[in-house]
């Protein structure tokens, strides 16, 4: 079974600086997905950015990037630039390709607080 | 609105009862998820449905929990006779199909349950 493992359960950083949030997975699968959401206090959660196992070009969407190494499986996210706005809990998550199952299996997150 | 809605926004119950959750998907998505996030953990799947297929129940933690999906679109989970452990708050997310890269988890607000 896939498990996703994120090892810092809290997080801070100060505005405008650049922080990394670290997330290791473990799958025998060869191609999935492997995303970051973010949950604000309003509890809804947003997708920050996705990445498709097979290629090898890290994804980035604006002032977040990822740094994906699949031979250590690990899948960490840069938020650069870091605002005020930024502070909530953040999950990394992983999703089988194709298959019966499309749920996500998520880490059990890193509360980011940036401090102004 | 466009998004995923759930109700209630919480609901607090005493032991022993039943409750019901409801999730209210985008229109149009055939993939419809609930999850529970308990405290200091991660996102847990519990069930999906897609399209008029059967659901996929293997996450589902007991037999004191259950989802239907009426027409393709709203869903409730209930759970029987609650217990203090089934605290959590429930998150329902629905997208257009269950894989693909782009084929985007959308998340209610989610409904807060205590059990006392």
């Known amino acids: 079974a896939q498990t996703v493992t994120q090892s810092q359960p809290e997080m801070s950083v100060q505005e405008a600086e650049t922080v990394t949030l670290s997330c290791t997975y473990d799958t025998s699968e060869s191609n999935y997905y492997l995303f970051w959401y973010k949950q604000p206090p309003s509890r809804q959660m947003i997708l920050v950015i996705r990445?498709?196992?097979?290629?090898?070009q890290n994804a980035t969407e604006n002032r977040f990037s990822v740094n994906f190494q699949k031979a250590a499986k690990s899948f960490s996210l840069k938020i650069s630039d870091s605002q005020l706005g930024d502070t909530a809990m953040y999950f990394c998550a992983f999703r089988n390709y194709g298959g019966s199952q499309g749920n996500l299996i998520f880490g059990k997150g890193t509360k980011l607080s940036v401090k102004p | 609105g466009a998004g995923v809605s759930q109700s209630p926004s919480n609901k607090v119950t005493e032991k022993g009862k039943d409750v019901e959750l409801r999730c209210d998907p985008i229109s149009g998505h055939t993939a419809l998820y609930w999850y529970r996030q308990s405290l200091g953990q991660g996102l847990e799947f519990l069930i999906y449905f897609q399209g008029n297929s059967a659901p996929d129940k293997s996450g589902l933690p007991s037999d004191r929990f259950s989802a239907e999906r009426t027409g393709g679109s709203v869903s409730t989970l209930t759970i029987q006779r609650t217990q203090q452990e089934d605290s959590a708050v429930y998150l329902c997310?629905?997208?257009?199909?269950?894989?693909?890269?782009?084929?985007?988890?959308?998340f209610g607000p989610g409904t807060r349950l205590t059990v006392l």
């Open positions: 997310a629905s997208s257009q199909s269950r894989g693909g890269f782009y084929n985007e988890q959308f």
């Open positions: 990445q498709e196992a097979y290629k090898q």
